[in-house]
């Protein structure tokens, strides 16, 4: 248990982080094959560690600035169809 108190909060959520319960949880949730389920988890929990890891870089702008520029992208791709 002291070994849980050095890790960082990022550490600590990969440490805790139950992949098998949130794509259950996603596939039952969405009814979707485990595959898409699968790839939805892992792009939920890599958002979640993103953002604990700028928090603790001191660098919720370039998170910020990195979601603007995915939200400019998918504008640019939805005026080019």
């Known amino acids: ?3 849980d ?3 960082s909060k990022s550490d600590k959520y990969l440490k805790d982080l ?3 319960r949130l794509v259950s949880g996603i ?3 969405l ?3 485990h595959k898409v389920a699968n790839a939805i988890g892992k792009l939920i929990s890599a958002k979640i560690y993103l ?3 700028c928090e603790e870089e001191d660098m919720q702008e ?3 600035n990195l979601e603007d520029q ?3 992208h998918y504008a640019k791709d939805q005026t080019i169809h």
């Open 1 to 3: 248990m002291s070994d």
């Open 5 to 7: 108190k050095q890790l």
């Open 18 to 20: 139950d992949m098998e």
């Open 27 to 29: 596939q039952e949730s």
């Open 31 to 33: 009814d979707c094959p």
């Open 51 to 53: 953002e604990i890891v």
């Open 62 to 64: 370039y998170i910020e």
């Open 70 to 72: 995915f939200h400019t």
